[in-house]
T-cell receptor
Framework: AQKVTQAQTEISVVEKEDVTLDCVYE???????LFWYKQPPSGELVFLIR??????QNEISGRYSWNFQKSTSSFNFTITASQVVDSAVYFC????????????FGTGTQLKVEL | KAGVTQTPRYLIKTRGQQVTLSCSPI?????VSWYQQTPGQGLQFLFE???????NKGNFPGRFSGRQFSNSRSEMNVSTLELGDSALYLC??????????????FGPGTRLTVL
């Protein structure tokens, strides 16, 4: 069965600090997809990134970067020079090609960025 | 393009009643999925519809049902409401290509409170 673990329940940082959110997944499929979503206080889940299991290239988008390592089944997310607007709950999710579009979410990491 | 819309945004019901929630996907998206979010259980997959057919279903009792119309709009219904059904219900839509799970875009959710 598929499973996503986000061991960090809550992280607090001071603005401009770098922060890494951890995500570890379990799946028996050889083809799968990993996602990160952001949920600000407004409640709407905002899509950040999608990565398929055959693409282990790290990705950078502005202050955001993702490190995908199949050897450790991890898909970690780093925010560089954090800002107050980054405060939100961040979810890592997994979907398997045999499961349609079903997303299995981790429990989320609450990130608080303070001045 | 307009985003995913959900109606109503807030709903208060009493135990034993039934409720219908509505979701309009992004134009051109044919896959619609529903998720339940609670503080205790987190984000859990309810079901997915594609071309008016249920493709996948999560581990929820039969009181939870859904359907999709020819214009891709979807509704979910919960009958005989229980206190534990109080949650944020999120709808997500995506384009669908064979063999590839694309990113899902979420609506703002319907906050259901059961008294």
């Amino acid at each position: 069965a598929q499973k996503v673990t986000q061991a960090q329940t809550e992280i607090s940082v001071v603005e401009k600090e770098d922060v890494t959110l951890d995500c570890v997944y379990e799946t028996r499929d050889t083809t799968y997809y990993l996602f990160w979503y952001k949920q600000p206080p407004s409640g709407e889940l905002v899509f950040l990134i999608r990565r398929n299991s055959f693409d282990e290239q790290n990705e950078i988008s502005g202050r955001y970067s993702w490190n995908f390592q199949k050897s450790t089944s991890s898909f970690n997310f780093t925010i560089t020079a954090s800002q107050v607007v980054d405060s939100a709950v961040y979810f890592c999710a997994l979907s398997e090609t045999g499961g349609g579009n079903k997303l299995t979410f981790g429990t989320g990491t609450q990130l608080k960025v303070e001045l | 393009k307009a985003g995913v819309t959900q109606t109503p945004r807030y709903l208060i019901k009493t135990r034993g009643q039934q409720v219908t929630l509505s979701c309009s996907p992004i134009s051109g998206h044919r896959s619609v999925s529903w998720y339940q979010q609670t503080p205790g259980q987190g984000l859990q997959f309810l079901f997915e519809y594609f071309s008016e057919t249920q493709r996948n279903k999560g581990n929820f009792p039969g009181r939870f049902s859904g359907r999709q119309f020819s214009n891709s709009r979807s509704e979910m219904n919960v009958s005989t409401l229980e206190l534990g059904d109080s949650a944020l219900y999120l709808c997500a839509s995506s384009e669908k290509t064979v063999g590839s799970n694309l990113e899902q875009f979420f609506g703002p959710g319907t906050r259901l409170t059961v008294l």
